[in-house]
């Protein structure tokens, strides 16, 4: 059996002719107050105890496999946000409903299971479980040009963290969208702000909302120092400000020991602030819900003293 937060395995989706074969109907198994299978498409189910532990993410996937499962070679090479889930990218924003596909500029329309891009030039692709994918520089410039730049950054900070794409790469993708084509700005600004010293996704859709409001730009991963020598680090800095995004995934444990890590953890970050404090720094934390609508977090900078303009300069120079 698939244990929590375990990848999806292809594997784990049947279709209805292999439950034939075995006598089985599954469409009874998928009826009821308790359902045994959860169906993920028409004609390919998966066990709901399996369904329930999905994320949204993992189940765009279980649709990608169980979508693809049914079309004929050669496979479409899979786009925006269904190729940045098959890359295991972080994607911040509305999961959709339907698997995106890229094509040729002559293919033929989209679907109920299947939405289709079209472009005059299609990348060479990757191959991820025998689908063909969208590169990674590509797919974070699909993602800015389609969802967001926090999600594009989010996407971009992690894939060259990890060495997926450089930055170089993804820059050479923006620059790729015709002049007057849909998105490039956006695409071309979140070449320039991608960083891999962001280290979380929470820490990326920051960035972008401190962008968006008007912020100066932050240093990222600030040594702490005081007399006695470096003492951690910040997320953020700003001459005399520490910021730090929580997502409150410092605090969150289960039982008795996770409970009583979770004070020696809230314990350890007080005097380490303290600590900032004493050296003369101001601190401001947020949580997710600050980052995500932007306003909590607009609030937090503006107490801890940073002020907004339309001129303060962002990113790398790229010639365009």
């Not at 004929?72 to 098959?86: C, K, N, Q, T």
Request: charged share 25%.
């Amino acid at each position: 059996m698939a244990m929590l937060n375990e990848p999806l395995d292809p594997r784990e989706i049947v279709s209805t002719a292999a439950f034939l074969r075995r006598g089985i109907k599954p469409s009874r198994l998928a009826a009821g107050k308790s359902p045994v299978l959860a169906r993920v498409r028409a004609g390919e189910y998966l066990s709901t105890d399996r369904w329930v532990q999905l994320s949204a993410a993992e189940r765009h996937r279980a649709l990608i496999y169980a979508t693809t499962a049914r079309m004929r070679s050669p496979l479409p090479m899979l786009y925006g946000v269904s190729a940045g889930i098959m890359l295991r990218l972080p994607i911040i924003g509305k999961i959709p409903q339907r698997v995106q596909v890229l094509l040729d500029a002559r293919a033929a329309g989209s679907s109920t299971l299947v939405q289709r891009h079209r472009a005059m030039d299609l990348p060479g692709p990757m191959l991820i479980d025998g689908i063909p994918v969208t590169p990674p520089a590509r797919t974070v410039v699909d993602l800015a040009r389609t969802m967001s730049l926090a999600c594009a950054l989010a996407a971009g900070d992690w894939a060259v963290r990890l060495s997926m794409c450089g930055v170089a790469d993804i820059t050479n993708a923006a620059l790729a969208v015709p002049c007057r084509g849909h998105g490039r700005a956006i695409a071309i600004l979140a070449a320039r702000l991608v960083d891999p010293r962001s280290e979380s996704p929470g820490e990326s859709l920051s960035r972008a909302r401190m962008y968006e409001n008007g912020f100066p730009e932050p240093d990222l991963q600030v040594p702490l120092l005081d007399e006695r020598g470096e003492f951690g680090r910040g997320d953020f800095g700003w001459p005399g400000l520490i910021g730090e995004f929580d997502g409150l995934r410092k605090y969150r444990a289960t039982g008795d020991a996770g409970n009583m890590a979770s004070e020696e953890v809230v314990i350890r970050e007080k005097r380490r602030e303290d600590r900032a404090r004493r050296a003369g720094w101001g601190f401001a934390r947020w949580v997710w819900s600050d980052a995500f609508g932007g306003a909590g977090l607009t609030a937090t900078l503006l107490a801890g003293g940073l002020e907004r303009s339309s001129t303060h300069r962002w990113g790398r120079d790229i010639e365009n």
